[in-house]
């Protein structure tokens, strides 16, 4: 039997040393096995009941795929445009912060791998290696910066600035966390990781934030984490704060959490240039509704004048195959990379992104589709 390509055939060959399980259950169930409890539920765990986050996964099984038949599929293309640039696949590392609580290297690593693979990586403003650090560290990758709006705002503006300087190519403002959601696992274990200094690199290395502290880091890590405390969050932002940032860069700027048709309708009159449909992976608001339900209607109002892009809860092949027949021009991956870095460090995160990548080529291929422009409505039911 053949493999069809060279993705499909590197999956096969490097899963004979693979320390890393193929199924995402196992990935997870291995993660658990080798994680102490408050890093591994800081990752797995979701807000309040965890509702959102199985109605992110059912919301996927309410949509079936109708295989087409005799359609050659030899050869598939699997690219997407965004922003002027190519990418290989339409999968991008989503921002996750504070990766070093499952591996030390933590976002270096992750980043290392996702260049690798020629997959956009996120870095998220919670890093706890800097920017640079990371951007460094996928010097020939595709980077875009994720802002946490600081509610100094010239620390927000700073950090953007930062990014531009070192090679971000896009500034992703993630709009559904100016706090941290009730998160019932986190507060029974009372993990607080950045009282430890962790995910606050971005901090500790940025000259307005060091401005503001009567002694530098180095000398007074708890005054530095003080203030972090009291800055990280930003309740009080409006549409008419987006201005602010806008004026900062001239990088493409996409807003990350958005599940209201009417506030995708508020991006577009606020020039915006993308769109990520998300419920932090059922992190936030929990009772929300699940983004593969919320798609549609967004893409609808957006109308192809913007990327719409998806996260929460893809976990295989399929689940991208639907999110993009309903719209989404690209979806981003949360915790299955974080078990690959967990597992093995970036050899880890580059298994479970070929992994992924690999399904989605043989379920396109298997469905009758050889590229992503290929894939829409007509592919789906819903049940
Ligand atoms: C441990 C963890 C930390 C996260 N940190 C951030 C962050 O710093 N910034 C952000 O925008 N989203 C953050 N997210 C949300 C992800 O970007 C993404 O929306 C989510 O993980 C997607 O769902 P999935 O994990 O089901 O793939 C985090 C998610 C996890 C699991
Ligand atoms: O845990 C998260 O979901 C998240 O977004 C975050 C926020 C602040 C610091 C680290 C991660």
């Given at each position: 039997?053949?493999?069809?390509?060279?993705?499909?055939f590197?999956?096969?060959?490097?899963?004979?040393?693979?320390?890393?399980?193929?199924?995402?259950e196992?990935?997870e169930?291995?993660?658990?096995?080798?994680?102490?409890n408050?890093?591994?539920?800081?990752?797995?765990?979701?807000?309040?009941?965890?509702?959102?986050?199985?109605?992110?996964?059912d919301?996927?099984?309410?949509?079936?795929?109708?295989?087409?038949?005799?359609?050659?599929?030899?050869?598939?293309?699997?690219?997407?445009e965004?922003f002027?640039?190519?990418?290989?696949?339409?999968?991008?590392?989503?921002?996750?912060?504070?990766?070093?609580?499952?591996?030390?290297?933590?976002?270096?690593?992750?980043?290392?791998?996702?260049?690798?693979?020629?997959?956009?990586?996120?870095?998220?403003?919670?890093?706890?290696?800097?920017?640079?650090?990371v951007?460094a560290?996928?010097?020939?990758?595709?980077?875009?910066?994720?802002?946490?709006?600081?509610?100094?705002?010239?620390?927000?503006a700073?950090?953007?600035?930062?990014?531009?300087?070192?090679g971000?190519?896009?500034?992703?403002?993630?709009?559904?966390?100016?706090?941290?959601?009730?998160?019932?696992?986190?507060?029974?274990?009372?993990y607080?990781?950045?009282?430890?200094?962790?995910?606050?690199?971005?901090?500790?290395?940025?000259?307005?934030?060091?401005?503001?502290?009567?002694?530098?880091?180095?000398?007074?890590?708890?005054?530095?984490?003080?203030?972090?405390?009291?800055?990280?969050?930003?309740?009080?932002?409006t549409?008419?704060?987006?201005?602010?940032?806008?004026?900062?860069?001239?990088?493409?700027?996409?807003?990350?959490?958005?599940?209201?048709?009417?506030?995708?309708?508020?991006?577009?009159?606020?020039?915006?240039d993308?769109?990520?449909?998300?419920?932090?992976?059922?992190?936030?608001?929990?009772?929300?509704?699940?983004?593969?339900?919320?798609?549609?209607?967004?893409?609808?109002?957006?109308?192809?004048?913007?990327?719409?892009?998806?996260?929460?809860?893809?976990?295989?092949?399929?689940?991208?195959?639907?999110?993009?027949?309903?719209?989404?021009?690209a979806?981003?991956?949360?915790?299955?990379?974080?078990?690959?870095?967990?597992?093995?460090?970036?050899?880890?995160?580059?298994?479970?992104?070929?992994?992924l990548?690999?399904?989605?080529?043989?379920?396109?291929?298997?469905?009758?589709?050889?590229?992503?422009?290929?894939?829409?409505r007509?592919?789906?039911?819903?049940?």
């Amino acid at each position: 039997m053949s493999y069809g390509n060279q993705v499909q055939f590197k999956v096969y060959k490097e899963q004979e040393h693979a320390v890393v399980p193929v199924s995402y259950e196992e990935l997870e169930a291995a993660a658990r096995k080798k994680l102490e409890n408050a890093p591994y539920h800081y990752v797995a765990a979701s807000a309040g009941g965890e509702e959102t986050a199985k109605a992110n996964r059912d919301g996927f099984y309410q949509w079936k795929i109708i295989p087409r038949m005799l359609r050659d599929t030899t050869k598939r293309d699997l690219s997407v445009e965004l922003f002027g640039q190519t990418l290989p696949y339409p999968v991008l590392c989503a921002p996750v912060g504070v990766q070093s609580i499952v591996h030390p290297e933590g976002e270096i690593a992750s980043a290392r791998a996702a260049a690798s693979m020629g997959v956009p990586f996120i870095s998220s403003t919670a890093s706890t290696h800097s920017l640079e650090k990371v951007a460094a560290a996928a010097e020939d990758g595709l980077k875009w910066y994720q802002l946490y709006w600081s509610s100094d705002r010239e620390i927000a503006a700073s950090m953007v600035q930062r990014a531009e300087k070192a090679g971000y190519k896009a500034i992703v403002i993630t709009l559904d966390t100016p706090m941290m959601a009730w998160r019932e696992k986190d507060i029974e274990n009372a993990y607080l990781p950045f009282l430890m200094g962790q995910g606050i690199g971005n901090y500790l290395e940025d000259p307005v934030f060091c401005s503001r502290l009567a002694k530098p880091p180095q000398e007074d890590l708890v005054g530095a984490v003080t203030y972090w405390s009291r800055v990280f969050g930003n309740p009080g932002l409006t549409w008419e704060d987006l201005q602010f940032i806008r004026m900062q860069t001239s990088l493409p700027i996409l807003l990350k959490g958005i599940l209201h048709p009417d506030d995708a309708k508020l991006a577009l009159e606020h020039g915006m240039d993308g769109i990520i449909v998300s419920n932090h992976g059922g992190r936030q608001v929990d009772g929300a509704i699940s983004t593969i339900e919320a798609l549609p209607e967004i893409c609808e109002v957006v109308n192809g004048e913007i990327p719409v892009l998806m996260d929460s809860g893809i976990r295989r092949g399929a689940d991208i195959v639907k999110a993009l027949a309903l719209g989404a021009k690209a979806i981003l991956v949360g915790r299955p990379y974080i078990y690959g870095l967990a597992l093995a460090g970036d050899a880890g995160v580059k298994q479970v992104l070929r992994n992924l990548i690999a399904d989605l080529d043989l379920t396109m291929a298997l469905s009758g589709k050889t590229s992503i422009k290929e894939l829409d409505r007509s592919l789906l039911k819903r049940m």
